[in-house]
């Protein structure tokens, strides 16, 4: 009796790897693209920026000042509470100490690192953000969070 059995090499398992790496990197989540969809431009003088209306709540130790004004400037987002938290952290320990946290009804976690009564102000400090800034951050990063409480 003969048992042949398959065997892996390699070249196999780069070949899987490649098409796993692949399929991940094409395809988006609901989730995610849901989440953009409601994200729009809006031209303020010469220049646009990402604006995006959501209702959203300061949450408990994530810093929030005791008015969240209408327009944020927003440099983080997640699903994890913890790691919103820790970005915070960060921020405030590189010298950005207004940086604070908030959640959405999904629950969404934002980090904002400013709050303004108006478009204009928002938009400029968006556009203040340095290059060297100590996070890195992938589109739609930055943008401003127009809240509705």
Do not use: W
């Amino acid at each position: 009796m003969f048992i042949s059995g398959c065997k892996t090499t390699e070249a196999n398992y780069r070949q899987a790897y490649e098409r796993a790496i692949a399929a991940r990197d094409s395809v988006e989540t609901y989730g995610e693209a849901a989440h953009r969809m409601d994200m729009r431009v809006v031209v303020i003088g010469n220049d646009s920026v990402c604006v995006k209306n959501e209702r959203v709540r300061p949450i408990d130790g994530g810093g929030a000042p005791v008015d969240i004004l209408a327009y944020n400037v927003v440099v983080g987002q997640f699903k994890q509470r913890f790691n919103a938290m820790s970005l915070r952290t960060r921020l405030v320990d590189a010298g950005y100490a207004d940086a604070f946290v908030v959640e959405t009804a999904e629950p969404y976690y934002y980090i904002i690192l400013s709050t303004h009564g108006d478009m204009a102000a928002a938009a400029r400090a968006l556009r203040a953000i340095p290059a060297g800034f100590p996070v890195a951050m992938r589109s739609p990063l930055p943008f401003i969070l127009q809240t509705s409480r």
